[in-house]
């Protein structure tokens, strides 16, 4: 059976034909020389790598070594690989002759299937229709050729505002617990800080699994003690709970320590046989089979180009805080916790990327190229497939609503509609003009008035850009925000 290079992010079961089949693990220093990575997301790549590597034993070879090119000098014997998750990987083992590239493993729907799917359809390329699409292929949650309960999406019953007592009534996911493996990681990320290796982000306790071991775990206690809540709390924020009732799965996933379809068919089991709600069942495999699988498959199906679009014609750099995580220099409440997670966590929810940093980012007019580096380099889940979706077409609206009707913007009354961070907040998210203008209203106003000859016509906007016309202090909202710029709010 030929040896079966496994990539940093393929390193679970499923990755493998047999369970004693021959195995080659790489490390590379140079991976965290070429980008400035947040310390914690360096010591999960490297404990999870580490971790399997001591898993295999004699199975596998482990190289530590500079580069990929160093290390595969020592390895004589013909290679597989499954196919890597990034265009650079991809081009890089289709060069070298004795590697033959398996199709990927690691997401619900094949390469294929998204094409064939894609292939001849009109119009843009929807996440809802090929969730159905995936739904079918794979006859999850079916009754028959029908959706069970008869609604493919039960999206309208996860808009709930966060509880007013602050507490979604599930219990954190627990931590790991880590070994001698995060020690020795730890000690070597400290020494190649002194070499000038540089990090961002604060080192803490390991978050996130690291063995399929802790993954599979980490998805039990899921399913049984916090999917109940996942749907109703979904689009909430509540300052002193980041993890709510999400799974905190992501990283688990994207290291290919969990087989998404594992996730799935157990959320199927817990409705099927133990009574868990289809409308949290139903938002969690939508998350994994439509959210995840879709952004993948945009990753690959669309021109590499589109990871540079940027038809809002954006000019501004990221500011140095916001490169350096530096929350404490943040006034407005929810933005400052957000950023604290990041920093101290190097993860934040959906709903925190989405309406906090990356609304945050879209009204400033910063280059979403740069974001989306950003989003790849803090977060522990970041890689590049998941950037040109998430980032560049939902949260940047770059490519002009490829991905998404209306671009995701939003003033204070909706981030208080759906947190409990306003109340405490030196800002007033009613007010956007003068000393307590909340930044996310004030900065709403003033993308719409800027960008508004480059945004489609749409229905939906419709009644948003009447209100817009309306505003008498539009004209004093956008110099105030031009004068905010990229200071810290
Ligand atoms: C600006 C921005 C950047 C993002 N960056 C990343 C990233 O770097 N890595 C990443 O995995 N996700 C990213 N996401 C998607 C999503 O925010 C995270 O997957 C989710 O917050 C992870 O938390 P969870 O595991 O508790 O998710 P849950 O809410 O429990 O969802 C279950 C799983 O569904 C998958 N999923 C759901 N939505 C998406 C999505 N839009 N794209 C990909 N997978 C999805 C994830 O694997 C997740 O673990 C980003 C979203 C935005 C808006
Ligand atoms: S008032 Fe504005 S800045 Fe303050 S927490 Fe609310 S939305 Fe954020």
Known sequence: MPRRWLFADQLGPHFL????????????????????????????ILSALRHRAAELGDQAIFLRAETYGQALSKVREPLEVCHP?????????????????????????????????????????RMEPFY??????HGVLMAGGDPVGGRWSLDPEHREPPPKDGAPGVPAPPRPREDDIDAEV????????????????????RHFPATAKEAKARLRHFLRHRLAAFGRYEDAMLAGD??????????????????????????????????ASLAGVEGFVRQIMGWRDYVWHMYWYFEPARRNRNELATRRSL???????????????CLSDVLTGVRDRGWADHLPRLMVLGNYALQRGWRPAELAEWFHTRFVDGYEWVMTGNVIGLSQYADLGRMTTKPYVAGGAYLNRMSDYCGGCRYDPRERLGENACPFTAGYWAFLSTNRPRIPANARLARTIKQLEGLSDLAAVVVQEKRRGNDPP
């Open 242 to 275: 980041p993890w709510l009732a999400h799974s905190v799965l992501s990283a688990a996933f994207n290291l290919g320590l969990l087989d998404p379809m594992e996730a799935v068919r157990g959320a199927e089991q817990a409705y099927r046989t133990e009574g």
């Open 17 to 44: 034909d047999d369970r004693k089949q021959p195995v080659l693990l790489i490390e590379s220093k140079a991976v965290f020389r070429r980008r400035v990575y947040h310390r914690q997301k360096a010591h999960l």
């Open 132 to 137: 159905r699409f995936a739904r079918e292929r």
């Open 186 to 205: 730890r000690a070597d990320l400290d020494r190649w800080e002194r070499e000038g290796i540089r990090f961002v982000g604060r080192d803490g306790p």
């Open 319 to 333: 500011p140095a805080w916001w490169n350096e995580l530096d929350a404490d220099v943040v006034d407005a409440n």
């Open 85 to 125: 998750t990034s265009r650079r990987a991809l081009e890089f083992v289709r060069r070298l002759d004795r590697v033959t590239v398996l199709p990927a493993r690691g997401y619900a729907t094949s390469l294929a299937d998204f094409a064939d799917w894609a292939d001849g359809r009109r119009g843009a390329l």
